[in-house]
């Protein structure tokens, strides 16, 4: 039973780019949650969604950031026109309701923004 | 809002016991978490306890709580290098909360 998976492990965007970090859950998980940790601080929690659905956005940036999780396929966390500030760990983590027992978390995304 | 405090750094002898500790300011929490992350990883969920208990023992691990104080400490016995890590603290303030918030998370290094 593979764990929750995220690719890529790194990623490396010049400034302006566009970045997208996908995040399959683990089987049988239907609530994926999004987080951002910047070096040296924990974790911040950016958004929390369903099968086509944003439950929770309220840790997201109101520009650039936008999180998908459709029917079919993995979630995408999605930065338009990053900046060097975006650059941090990404952590997607899955569960199959809500909290309560903890989640299960990936390994991240490391966003490098040059 | 939420705050999450733990000291940086925590280094001990290999077989010796560690106690890191977490202070957290919400007194609506229903769950507090330790979790492990290693370098280059993700978070590894050690162990969780509910905000009604006071103790939980996990083998080496115990989770002590005391809720009037808002304190949280993970005392790891027999420590081994392979314990080596960044352990954070986590709080949920509401039952089937969206998200949990995390302190910044002690470094505990083992010193063979």
């Known amino acids: 039973n593979a764990g929750v998976m995220q690719n890529p492990r790194h990623l490396v965007r010049r400034r302006g780019q566009e970045a997208r970090l996908r995040c399959s859950p683990m089987?049988?998980?239907?609530?994926v949650y999004w987080y951002r940790q910047l070096p040296e601080e924990g974790l911040k929690f950016m958004v929390y969604?369903?099968?086509?659905?944003?439950?929770?956005e309220s840790g997201m940036p109101k520009e650039r950031f936008s999180a998908e999780f459709p029917k079919e396929g993995p979630s995408i966390l999605r930065i338009q026109q990053v900046v060097r500030g975006d650059s941090a760990a990404y952590f997607c983590?899955?569960?199959?309701?809500?909290?309560?027992?903890?989640?299960?978390f990936g390994s991240g995304t490391r966003l490098t923004v040059v | 809002g939420e705050d999450v405090e733990q000291s940086l750094f925590l280094s001990v002898r290999e077989g010796d016991s560690s106690v890191i500790n977490c202070t957290y300011t919400?007194?609506?929490?229903?769950?507090l978490y330790w979790y492990k992350q290693e370098p280059g990883a993700g978070l590894q969920l050690l162990t969780y306890?509910?905000?009604?208990?006071d103790m939980k023992q996990d083998q080496r691990l115990t989770v002590l709580l005391n809720k009037k104080d808002k304190h949280l400490s993970l005392r790891i016995a027999d420590t081994q290098t392979g314990d080596s890590a960044i352990y954070f603290c986590?709080?949920?303030?509401?039952?089937?909360?969206?998200?949990?918030?995390f302190g910044t998370g002690t470094r505990l290094t083992v010193i063979p």
């Open positions: 983590a899955s569960s199959p309701v809500g909290t309560g027992d903890g989640y299960t």
């Open positions: 089987k049988g998980h239907s609530h």
């Open positions: 969604l369903q099968k086509e659905n944003i439950i929770d």
């Open positions: 919400d007194s609506s929490s229903t769950y």
């Open positions: 306890i509910f905000s009604n208990m």
């Open positions: 986590a709080e949920s303030i509401q039952t089937g909360a969206n998200n949990l918030f």
